[in-house]
C-alpha cells in the first residue's frame, strides 16, 4: 500500500513538471515567433524601398 501511494505521488509529481516545462517552453516559443515577424517586418520594409524587386 505505501508502495502505490508513493507511486501516485511521483507520477502526480512528474505530470506538474512536465505541464510547467510545456508552459514555459510555449511561452518563449510565442516571444520567438513575435521577434522573427518584426525581422520580417523590417527586411520587407527594405525590399520594398530597394530596387532589388523591380524588373529592369
Not at 512528474?14 to 514555459?24: D, G, H, P, Q, S
Not at 525581422?39 to 520587407?44: A, G, N
Not at 527594405?46 to 529592369?56: D, E, G, W
Given at each position: 500500500?505505501?508502495?502505490?501511494?508513493?507511486?501516485?505521488?511521483?507520477?502526480?509529481?512528474?505530470?506538474?513538471?512536465?505541464?510547467?516545462?510545456?508552459?514555459?517552453?510555449?511561452?518563449?516559443?510565442?516571444?520567438?515567433?513575435?521577434?522573427?515577424?518584426n525581422?520580417?517586418?523590417?527586411?520587407?520594409e527594405?525590399?520594398?524601398?530597394?530596387?532589388?524587386?523591380?524588373?529592369?
Open positions: 500500500m505505501r508502495g502505490l501511494i508513493k507511486s501516485v505521488v511521483i507520477l502526480f509529481c512528474l505530470i506538474l513538471i512536465t505541464a510547467a516545462l510545456i508552459k514555459n517552453n510555449q511561452h518563449s516559443f510565442k516571444q520567438s515567433n513575435q521577434n522573427d515577424s525581422y520580417v517586418d523590417k527586411v520587407s527594405k525590399l520594398q524601398t530597394s530596387s532589388f524587386t523591380k524588373k529592369q
